[in-house]
Protein backbone atom coordinates (compact mmCIF):
# COMPACT_ATOMS: atom_id res chain seq x y z
CA UNK A 1 0.00 0.00 0.00
CA UNK A 2 1.00 3.64 -1.02
CA UNK A 3 1.81 5.50 2.01
CA UNK A 4 0.39 9.15 2.59
CA UNK A 5 2.60 11.77 0.75
CA UNK A 6 4.62 13.78 2.46
CA UNK A 7 3.22 16.92 1.06
CA UNK A 8 -0.56 15.52 2.70
CA UNK A 9 1.16 15.15 6.03
CA UNK A 10 2.51 18.86 6.10
CA UNK A 11 -1.00 20.38 4.70
CA UNK A 12 -2.46 18.21 7.67
CA UNK A 13 -0.60 20.24 10.03
CA UNK A 14 -0.87 23.24 8.59
CA UNK A 15 -4.63 22.83 8.69
CA UNK A 16 -4.79 22.14 12.54
CA UNK A 17 -2.50 24.82 12.81
CA UNK A 18 -4.76 27.83 11.16
CA UNK A 19 -7.73 26.40 12.18
CA UNK A 20 -6.39 27.24 15.86
CA UNK A 21 -5.11 30.00 14.71
CA UNK A 22 -8.55 31.86 13.28
CA UNK A 23 -10.29 30.38 16.26
CA UNK A 24 -7.99 32.57 18.52
CA UNK A 25 -8.68 35.39 16.14
CA UNK A 26 -12.42 34.83 15.76
CA UNK A 27 -13.25 34.49 19.77
CA UNK A 28 -10.66 36.68 21.40
CA UNK A 29 -8.85 38.61 18.84
CA UNK A 30 -11.48 40.16 16.89
CA UNK A 31 -13.50 43.46 18.87
CA UNK A 32 -16.99 42.60 20.28
CA UNK A 33 -19.66 43.93 17.70
CA UNK A 34 -21.45 46.68 19.20
CA UNK A 35 -25.17 45.77 18.10
CA UNK A 36 -25.02 42.59 17.94
CA UNK A 37 -22.46 41.62 20.59
CA UNK A 38 -20.50 38.15 21.07
CA UNK A 39 -22.60 35.86 18.99
CA UNK A 40 -21.81 38.27 15.91
CA UNK A 41 -18.03 35.76 16.76
CA UNK A 42 -19.86 32.79 14.97
CA UNK A 43 -19.76 35.28 11.57
CA UNK A 44 -16.21 34.38 11.13
CA UNK A 45 -16.45 30.76 10.83
CA UNK A 46 -20.02 30.73 9.06
CA UNK A 47 -18.34 33.04 6.44
CA UNK A 48 -15.54 30.68 5.82
CA UNK A 49 -17.63 27.38 5.80
CA UNK A 50 -19.71 29.23 2.78
CA UNK A 51 -17.06 30.38 1.07
CA UNK A 52 -15.44 26.47 0.55
CA UNK A 53 -19.06 25.19 0.30
CA UNK A 54 -19.71 27.76 -2.91
CA UNK A 55 -16.15 27.14 -3.89
CA UNK A 56 -16.66 23.38 -3.83
CA UNK A 57 -19.90 23.57 -5.55
CA UNK A 58 -18.45 25.07 -8.36
CA UNK A 59 -15.44 23.13 -8.65
CA UNK A 60 -17.72 20.06 -8.62
CA UNK A 61 -19.40 21.25 -11.71
CA UNK A 62 -16.13 22.34 -13.20
CA UNK A 63 -14.59 18.95 -13.34
CA UNK A 64 -18.17 17.61 -14.06
CA UNK A 65 -17.73 19.18 -17.30
CA UNK A 66 -14.09 18.46 -17.61
CA UNK A 67 -15.17 14.82 -17.07
CA UNK A 68 -17.67 14.55 -19.75
CA UNK A 69 -15.06 16.18 -22.27
CA UNK A 70 -11.66 14.19 -21.11
CA UNK A 71 -13.59 10.96 -19.55
CA UNK A 72 -11.01 10.63 -17.14
CA UNK A 73 -12.16 8.80 -14.57
CA UNK A 74 -9.30 11.09 -11.56
CA UNK A 75 -11.84 14.08 -12.77
CA UNK A 76 -15.05 12.06 -11.22
CA UNK A 77 -13.21 11.31 -8.26
CA UNK A 78 -12.29 15.01 -7.85
CA UNK A 79 -15.75 15.82 -8.44
CA UNK A 80 -17.13 13.53 -5.81
CA UNK A 81 -14.37 15.14 -3.59
CA UNK A 82 -16.16 18.35 -4.16
CA UNK A 83 -19.17 17.42 -3.49
CA UNK A 84 -18.97 15.51 -0.26
CA UNK A 85 -16.66 17.88 1.44
CA UNK A 86 -18.88 20.80 0.41
CA UNK A 87 -22.01 19.13 1.63
CA UNK A 88 -20.50 19.07 5.40
CA UNK A 89 -19.27 22.68 5.00
CA UNK A 90 -22.76 23.62 3.74
CA UNK A 91 -24.28 21.85 6.12
CA UNK A 92 -22.01 24.11 8.86
CA UNK A 93 -22.63 26.83 7.25
CA UNK A 94 -26.24 26.43 7.92
CA UNK A 95 -26.02 25.61 11.06
CA UNK A 96 -23.63 28.52 11.99
CA UNK A 97 -25.95 30.67 10.57
CA UNK A 98 -29.15 29.84 12.79
CA UNK A 99 -27.35 29.48 15.90
CA UNK A 100 -26.28 33.36 14.91
CA UNK A 101 -30.18 34.37 13.45
CA UNK A 102 -31.94 33.61 16.47
CA UNK A 103 -30.57 36.55 19.04
CA UNK A 104 -30.20 38.60 15.64
CA UNK A 105 -33.20 37.78 14.00
CA UNK A 106 -34.76 35.87 16.98
CA UNK A 107 -35.77 33.10 14.80
CA UNK A 108 -33.94 30.19 13.47
CA UNK A 109 -35.02 30.08 10.04
CA UNK A 110 -36.23 32.67 6.72
CA UNK A 111 -37.23 32.37 4.13
CA UNK A 112 -34.22 34.69 2.88
CA UNK A 113 -32.61 33.93 -0.78
CA UNK A 114 -29.25 33.07 0.49
CA UNK A 115 -30.54 30.49 3.32
CA UNK A 116 -33.36 29.43 0.17
CA UNK A 117 -30.81 28.97 -1.87
CA UNK A 118 -28.10 27.32 0.67
CA UNK A 119 -30.89 24.64 1.44
CA UNK A 120 -31.66 23.94 -1.95
CA UNK A 121 -28.19 23.52 -2.74
CA UNK A 122 -27.72 21.27 0.25
CA UNK A 123 -30.94 19.23 -1.56
CA UNK A 124 -29.21 18.88 -4.69
CA UNK A 125 -26.12 17.52 -3.20
CA UNK A 126 -28.26 14.88 -1.27
CA UNK A 127 -29.98 14.35 -4.65
CA UNK A 128 -26.37 13.86 -6.45
CA UNK A 129 -25.38 11.25 -4.09
CA UNK A 130 -28.65 9.49 -3.89
CA UNK A 131 -28.34 9.40 -7.89
CA UNK A 132 -24.79 7.77 -7.33
CA UNK A 133 -26.05 5.30 -4.91
CA UNK A 134 -28.72 3.93 -7.71
CA UNK A 135 -26.33 3.13 -10.56
CA UNK A 136 -24.08 0.59 -9.97
CA UNK A 137 -21.87 0.99 -13.57
CA UNK A 138 -18.75 3.61 -12.90
CA UNK A 139 -19.01 4.82 -15.83
CA UNK A 140 -22.47 5.67 -16.06
CA UNK A 141 -21.98 6.57 -12.41
CA UNK A 142 -19.28 8.94 -13.36
CA UNK A 143 -21.53 10.33 -16.49
CA UNK A 144 -24.24 10.90 -14.51
CA UNK A 145 -22.61 12.51 -11.84
CA UNK A 146 -21.22 15.07 -13.94
CA UNK A 147 -24.75 16.20 -15.75
CA UNK A 148 -26.19 16.17 -12.88
CA UNK A 149 -23.67 18.67 -10.95
CA UNK A 150 -23.58 20.93 -14.29
CA UNK A 151 -27.65 21.31 -14.39
CA UNK A 152 -26.73 22.28 -10.66
CA UNK A 153 -24.63 24.52 -10.78
CA UNK A 154 -26.56 26.26 -13.60
CA UNK A 155 -30.10 26.20 -11.84
CA UNK A 156 -28.57 27.29 -8.00
CA UNK A 157 -27.67 31.11 -9.50
CA UNK A 158 -30.92 31.75 -10.79
CA UNK A 159 -32.70 30.15 -7.75
CA UNK A 160 -30.74 32.93 -5.87
CA UNK A 161 -31.76 35.23 -8.40
CA UNK A 162 -35.59 34.20 -8.10
CA UNK A 163 -35.73 34.59 -4.43
CA UNK A 164 -33.93 37.84 -4.27
CA UNK A 165 -37.32 39.05 -5.86
CA UNK A 166 -38.65 38.28 -2.45
CA UNK A 167 -37.19 40.95 0.78
CA UNK A 168 -33.83 39.69 2.25
CA UNK A 169 -33.07 40.81 5.57
CA UNK A 170 -29.71 39.23 5.51
CA UNK A 171 -27.07 41.21 5.78
CA UNK A 172 -24.91 41.81 2.82
CA UNK A 173 -21.06 41.74 3.09
CA UNK A 174 -19.77 42.20 -0.36
CA UNK A 175 -21.85 44.15 -3.06
CA UNK A 176 -25.23 45.49 -1.76
CA UNK A 177 -27.90 44.65 -4.26
CA UNK A 178 -29.30 47.98 -3.72
CA UNK A 179 -28.64 51.33 -1.08
CA UNK A 180 -31.23 50.57 1.76
CA UNK A 181 -29.85 47.09 2.36
CA UNK A 182 -28.46 46.64 5.30
CA UNK A 183 -24.27 46.63 5.32
CA UNK A 184 -22.16 45.47 7.85
CA UNK A 185 -19.30 47.41 8.55
CA UNK A 186 -15.84 45.77 9.95
CA UNK A 187 -13.33 47.68 11.93
CA UNK A 188 -9.21 46.54 10.86
CA UNK A 189 -9.03 44.17 13.47
CA UNK A 190 -12.69 42.23 12.52
CA UNK A 191 -10.91 42.22 8.54
CA UNK A 192 -8.21 40.22 9.92
CA UNK A 193 -9.82 37.67 11.42
CA UNK A 194 -12.40 37.62 8.77
CA UNK A 195 -10.01 37.13 6.08
CA UNK A 196 -7.77 34.74 8.03
CA UNK A 197 -10.85 32.59 8.45
CA UNK A 198 -11.36 32.70 4.80
CA UNK A 199 -7.91 31.59 4.33
CA UNK A 200 -8.28 28.79 7.22
CA UNK A 201 -10.96 27.34 5.44
CA UNK A 202 -9.34 27.19 1.95
CA UNK A 203 -6.66 25.50 3.54
CA UNK A 204 -8.81 22.89 5.45
CA UNK A 205 -10.71 22.34 1.91
CA UNK A 206 -7.75 21.87 0.34
CA UNK A 207 -6.63 18.96 2.57
CA UNK A 208 -9.91 17.56 2.79
CA UNK A 209 -10.22 17.01 -0.56
CA UNK A 210 -6.57 15.43 -1.12
CA UNK A 211 -7.86 13.01 1.61
CA UNK A 212 -10.81 12.07 -0.44
CA UNK A 213 -9.33 12.16 -3.70
CA UNK A 214 -6.87 9.95 -2.40
CA UNK A 215 -9.55 7.50 -0.80
CA UNK A 216 -11.33 7.30 -4.02
CA UNK A 217 -8.46 6.28 -6.03
CA UNK A 218 -7.52 3.71 -2.90
CA UNK A 219 -11.54 2.42 -3.22
CA UNK A 220 -11.02 1.94 -6.94
CA UNK A 221 -7.88 0.08 -6.55
CA UNK A 222 -9.24 -1.97 -3.90
CA UNK A 223 -12.31 -3.05 -6.12
CA UNK A 224 -10.03 -3.99 -8.77
CA UNK A 225 -7.98 -6.17 -6.75
CA UNK A 226 -11.43 -8.17 -5.25
CA UNK A 227 -12.59 -8.40 -8.83
CA UNK A 228 -9.32 -9.95 -9.79
CA UNK A 229 -9.57 -12.27 -6.89
CA UNK A 230 -12.78 -13.55 -7.82
CA UNK A 231 -11.96 -14.40 -11.13
CA UNK B 1 -17.66 -4.37 -73.32
CA UNK B 2 -17.27 -6.24 -69.87
CA UNK B 3 -15.53 -3.58 -68.83
CA UNK B 4 -18.04 -1.38 -68.92
CA UNK B 5 -20.34 -3.77 -67.81
CA UNK B 6 -18.45 -3.60 -64.73
CA UNK B 7 -17.62 0.01 -64.83
CA UNK B 8 -21.45 0.39 -65.07
CA UNK B 9 -22.37 -2.10 -61.79
CA UNK B 10 -19.73 -1.00 -60.16
CA UNK B 11 -21.38 2.51 -60.47
CA UNK B 12 -24.99 1.24 -59.85
CA UNK B 13 -23.16 -0.32 -56.55
CA UNK B 14 -21.97 3.20 -55.62
CA UNK B 15 -24.80 4.69 -56.41
CA UNK B 16 -26.84 2.31 -54.25
CA UNK B 17 -24.46 2.20 -51.54
CA UNK B 18 -24.65 6.27 -51.44
CA UNK B 19 -27.72 6.62 -51.64
CA UNK B 20 -29.08 5.22 -48.14
CA UNK B 21 -26.20 6.22 -46.41
CA UNK B 22 -26.88 9.82 -47.67
CA UNK B 23 -30.18 9.61 -46.79
CA UNK B 24 -28.63 8.50 -43.17
CA UNK B 25 -26.40 10.73 -42.35
CA UNK B 26 -28.30 13.69 -43.67
CA UNK B 27 -31.50 13.45 -41.69
CA UNK B 28 -33.57 15.96 -40.98
CA UNK B 29 -33.57 16.87 -36.86
CA UNK B 30 -36.99 18.40 -37.40
CA UNK B 31 -38.68 15.32 -39.37
CA UNK B 32 -36.75 12.88 -36.76
CA UNK B 33 -38.19 15.09 -34.11
CA UNK B 34 -41.31 15.27 -35.38
CA UNK B 35 -41.71 11.70 -35.90
CA UNK B 36 -40.99 10.77 -32.50
CA UNK B 37 -43.28 12.96 -31.23
CA UNK B 38 -46.13 11.56 -33.62
CA UNK B 39 -45.01 7.69 -32.29
CA UNK B 40 -45.64 9.45 -28.48
CA UNK B 41 -48.73 11.32 -29.48
CA UNK B 42 -50.13 8.16 -31.38
CA UNK B 43 -49.63 5.71 -28.94
CA UNK B 44 -51.05 7.79 -25.81
CA UNK B 45 -53.88 8.65 -27.99
CA UNK B 46 -54.96 4.95 -28.45
CA UNK B 47 -54.44 4.34 -24.48
CA UNK B 48 -55.21 7.71 -23.18
CA UNK B 49 -53.06 5.71 -20.28
CA UNK B 50 -50.28 8.71 -18.98
CA UNK B 51 -52.89 11.78 -19.76
CA UNK B 52 -55.54 10.30 -17.91
CA UNK B 53 -53.28 9.25 -15.66
CA UNK B 54 -52.52 12.69 -14.80
CA UNK B 55 -55.76 14.23 -14.96
CA UNK B 56 -57.26 12.11 -12.62
CA UNK B 57 -54.22 12.89 -10.55
CA UNK B 58 -54.32 16.74 -10.89
CA UNK B 59 -58.10 16.81 -10.32
CA UNK B 60 -57.66 14.52 -6.69
CA UNK B 61 -54.58 17.27 -5.72
CA UNK B 62 -56.46 20.17 -6.07
CA UNK B 63 -59.59 18.35 -4.16
CA UNK B 64 -57.00 17.75 -1.64
CA UNK B 65 -55.71 21.44 -1.50
CA UNK B 66 -58.99 22.49 -0.97
CA UNK B 67 -59.61 20.89 2.34
CA UNK B 68 -56.01 21.27 3.45
CA UNK B 69 -56.05 25.19 2.46
CA UNK B 70 -59.75 26.30 3.24
CA UNK B 71 -59.76 27.48 0.27
CA UNK B 72 -62.27 30.63 1.04
CA UNK B 73 -62.56 33.41 -1.11
CA UNK B 74 -60.37 35.22 1.13
CA UNK B 75 -57.03 32.56 0.81
CA UNK B 76 -58.31 31.81 -2.90
CA UNK B 77 -56.62 34.93 -4.32
CA UNK B 78 -53.28 34.73 -2.82
CA UNK B 79 -52.68 30.46 -3.32
CA UNK B 80 -54.21 29.81 -6.38
CA UNK B 81 -51.08 30.61 -8.53
CA UNK B 82 -48.76 28.00 -5.86
CA UNK B 83 -51.66 25.36 -5.63
CA UNK B 84 -51.95 25.34 -9.82
CA UNK B 85 -48.42 25.40 -10.34
CA UNK B 86 -47.76 22.54 -7.19
CA UNK B 87 -49.86 20.27 -9.05
CA UNK B 88 -48.58 20.53 -12.35
CA UNK B 89 -45.61 20.29 -10.93
CA UNK B 90 -47.01 16.84 -9.20
CA UNK B 91 -48.95 15.90 -12.11
CA UNK B 92 -46.07 16.40 -14.60
CA UNK B 93 -42.99 14.11 -12.58
CA UNK B 94 -45.87 11.23 -12.95
CA UNK B 95 -46.30 11.85 -16.92
CA UNK B 96 -42.52 12.27 -17.36
CA UNK B 97 -42.02 9.02 -15.34
CA UNK B 98 -44.34 7.60 -17.00
CA UNK B 99 -43.05 8.14 -20.85
CA UNK B 100 -39.45 7.37 -19.80
CA UNK B 101 -40.46 4.07 -18.34
CA UNK B 102 -42.54 3.03 -21.62
CA UNK B 103 -39.60 3.16 -23.55
CA UNK B 104 -37.12 1.56 -21.44
CA UNK B 105 -39.59 -0.93 -20.33
CA UNK B 106 -40.71 -2.32 -23.86
CA UNK B 107 -36.67 -1.93 -24.95
CA UNK B 108 -38.03 1.03 -27.55
CA UNK B 109 -35.04 3.56 -26.09
CA UNK B 110 -32.68 0.28 -27.47
CA UNK B 111 -34.74 0.86 -30.52
CA UNK B 112 -34.46 4.95 -30.68
CA UNK B 113 -30.89 4.74 -30.09
CA UNK B 114 -30.11 2.35 -32.47
CA UNK B 115 -32.08 4.30 -35.48
CA UNK B 116 -29.76 6.56 -37.74
CA UNK B 117 -30.91 9.98 -36.36
CA UNK B 118 -29.48 12.69 -34.38
CA UNK B 119 -29.68 11.90 -30.58
CA UNK B 120 -30.70 15.28 -30.33
CA UNK B 121 -34.06 14.18 -31.82
CA UNK B 122 -35.08 12.26 -29.74
CA UNK B 123 -34.22 14.23 -26.69
CA UNK B 124 -36.50 17.19 -28.51
CA UNK B 125 -39.29 14.74 -29.72
CA UNK B 126 -39.83 13.41 -26.04
CA UNK B 127 -39.86 16.92 -24.62
CA UNK B 128 -42.10 17.92 -26.88
CA UNK B 129 -44.60 15.22 -26.34
CA UNK B 130 -44.18 15.53 -22.74
CA UNK B 131 -44.82 19.15 -23.07
CA UNK B 132 -47.96 18.55 -24.95
CA UNK B 133 -49.60 15.88 -22.52
CA UNK B 134 -48.87 18.66 -19.82
CA UNK B 135 -50.57 21.51 -21.78
CA UNK B 136 -53.47 18.69 -21.91
CA UNK B 137 -53.70 18.09 -18.31
CA UNK B 138 -53.44 22.11 -17.88
CA UNK B 139 -55.56 22.77 -20.06
CA UNK B 140 -58.71 20.52 -18.68
CA UNK B 141 -57.26 21.42 -15.05
CA UNK B 142 -57.90 25.35 -15.73
CA UNK B 143 -61.22 25.72 -16.37
CA UNK B 144 -62.52 23.21 -14.38
CA UNK B 145 -60.49 25.09 -11.67
CA UNK B 146 -62.08 28.21 -12.22
CA UNK B 147 -65.31 26.61 -12.54
CA UNK B 148 -65.14 25.26 -8.93
CA UNK B 149 -63.56 28.11 -7.14
CA UNK B 150 -65.10 31.19 -9.56
CA UNK B 151 -61.82 32.42 -10.72
CA UNK B 152 -61.89 33.29 -14.28
CA UNK B 153 -58.26 31.65 -15.37
CA UNK B 154 -58.39 32.24 -19.05
CA UNK B 155 -56.33 34.83 -19.89
CA UNK B 156 -54.19 35.06 -22.38
CA UNK B 157 -51.03 36.33 -20.38
CA UNK B 158 -51.87 33.85 -17.60
CA UNK B 159 -51.92 30.95 -20.26
CA UNK B 160 -48.56 32.09 -21.79
CA UNK B 161 -46.45 32.23 -18.17
CA UNK B 162 -48.52 28.83 -18.09
CA UNK B 163 -46.36 27.67 -21.35
CA UNK B 164 -43.26 29.41 -20.45
CA UNK B 165 -43.07 27.33 -17.21
CA UNK B 166 -44.34 24.31 -18.42
CA UNK B 167 -41.39 24.58 -21.38
CA UNK B 168 -38.81 24.91 -18.58
CA UNK B 169 -40.06 22.25 -16.22
CA UNK B 170 -40.20 19.93 -19.54
CA UNK B 171 -37.11 20.79 -20.61
CA UNK B 172 -35.24 19.45 -17.31
CA UNK B 173 -37.91 17.08 -16.40
CA UNK B 174 -37.38 15.13 -19.55
CA UNK B 175 -33.18 15.15 -19.34
CA UNK B 176 -33.36 14.21 -15.47
CA UNK B 177 -36.10 10.88 -16.64
CA UNK B 178 -34.00 9.79 -19.07
CA UNK B 179 -31.11 9.47 -16.57
CA UNK B 180 -33.44 8.30 -13.52
CA UNK B 181 -35.51 5.73 -14.88
CA UNK B 182 -31.52 4.08 -15.96
CA UNK B 183 -31.22 3.64 -12.32
CA UNK B 184 -32.03 1.17 -9.49
CA UNK B 185 -34.71 3.57 -7.94
CA UNK B 186 -36.29 4.45 -11.18
CA UNK B 187 -39.31 6.45 -10.60
CA UNK B 188 -38.61 7.14 -6.63
CA UNK B 189 -35.62 9.00 -8.24
CA UNK B 190 -37.34 11.50 -10.19
CA UNK B 191 -38.66 14.84 -8.15
CA UNK B 192 -35.61 14.02 -5.87
CA UNK B 193 -33.38 15.02 -8.80
CA UNK B 194 -36.02 17.24 -10.38
CA UNK B 195 -37.58 19.58 -7.84
CA UNK B 196 -34.30 21.37 -6.38
CA UNK B 197 -33.23 21.96 -9.91
CA UNK B 198 -36.27 23.14 -11.27
CA UNK B 199 -36.94 25.61 -8.32
CA UNK B 200 -36.27 28.61 -10.20
CA UNK B 201 -38.95 27.57 -13.01
CA UNK B 202 -41.25 27.47 -10.62
CA UNK B 203 -40.85 30.11 -8.35
CA UNK B 204 -40.82 32.72 -11.18
CA UNK B 205 -44.04 30.88 -12.71
CA UNK B 206 -45.76 31.16 -9.16
CA UNK B 207 -44.64 34.60 -9.01
CA UNK B 208 -45.69 35.63 -12.42
CA UNK B 209 -48.88 34.01 -12.38
CA UNK B 210 -49.52 35.15 -8.98
CA UNK B 211 -48.98 38.95 -9.65
CA UNK B 212 -51.20 38.46 -12.72
CA UNK B 213 -54.13 36.84 -10.78
CA UNK B 214 -54.19 39.63 -8.08
CA UNK B 215 -53.66 42.69 -10.68
CA UNK B 216 -49.83 44.02 -9.81
CA UNK B 217 -48.47 45.98 -12.72
CA UNK B 218 -46.79 44.23 -15.11
CA UNK B 219 -43.53 45.93 -14.07
CA UNK B 220 -43.80 43.42 -11.20
CA UNK B 221 -44.54 40.62 -13.47
CA UNK B 222 -41.88 41.74 -16.00
CA UNK B 223 -38.86 40.48 -13.92
CA UNK B 224 -40.19 36.92 -12.93
CA UNK B 225 -41.19 36.96 -16.69
CA UNK B 226 -37.74 37.53 -17.95
CA UNK B 227 -36.51 34.67 -15.34
CA UNK B 228 -38.77 32.02 -17.14
CA UNK B 229 -37.63 33.10 -20.26
CA UNK B 230 -33.74 32.86 -19.33
CA UNK B 231 -34.61 29.68 -17.55
CA UNK B 232 -36.02 27.95 -20.11
CA UNK B 233 -33.47 29.25 -22.84
CA UNK B 234 -30.52 28.41 -21.16
CA UNK B 235 -31.78 24.54 -19.64
CA UNK B 236 -32.73 23.96 -23.55
CA UNK B 237 -29.54 24.41 -24.56
CA UNK B 238 -27.86 22.89 -21.66
CA UNK B 239 -30.08 19.72 -22.14
CA UNK B 240 -29.48 19.56 -25.85
CA UNK B 241 -25.90 19.74 -24.64
CA UNK B 242 -25.56 16.65 -22.51
CA UNK B 243 -28.33 14.54 -23.56
CA UNK B 244 -26.11 12.57 -25.43
CA UNK B 245 -23.65 11.79 -22.54
CA UNK B 246 -27.64 10.46 -20.46
CA UNK B 247 -28.56 7.69 -23.68
CA UNK B 248 -25.16 6.42 -24.14
CA UNK B 249 -24.12 3.02 -23.55
Known amino acids: MQSKPIALKILDVVSIIVLAISTYLALFFAPTELVMGQVQRVFYFHIG????????????????????????????RFE?????????????????????????????????????????????????????????????RARFGAV??????????????????????HPVIVGAANANQEKMSMNGDMKIAFFFALFAFTVIFVDLI?????????????EQLKLKVSM | MTNKMQNEEGRMQNTDSIH????????????????????????????????????????????????A????????????????????????????????ATEKDRGCMDGLLLAPVDRSAIYFGKAISNLAFMLIVEAIVLPVYSVLYNVNLF????????????????????????????????????????????????????KASNGLLTGAEFAEVLIPLNILIVYDVVFIAVAFMVFDFVVEE
Open chain 1, 49 to 76: TAWVGMLGFIIAAVSGVAYLITKDMRWD
Open chain 1, 80 to 140: VAAVEVSTVFFFLTIVLGSIWARPAWNTWWTWDPRLTTAAVTELIYIAYFMLRQGIDDPEK
Open chain 1, 148 to 169: YTLLGGVSAPITFMVIRLFRTI
Open chain 1, 210 to 222: WHRIRLGSLEDKV
Open chain 2, 20 to 67: PSSFITHPSLLKATFAIVQKDLAAEFRSFELVSAMLVFSLLVIIIFNF
Open chain 2, 69 to 100: LELDVKVRQSVTAGVLWTTFAFAGTLGLNRSM
Open chain 2, 155 to 206: RLDLIGIILLGSIGYVAVGTLLSAMSVQTRTREVLLPILLFPVAIPVLLAAV
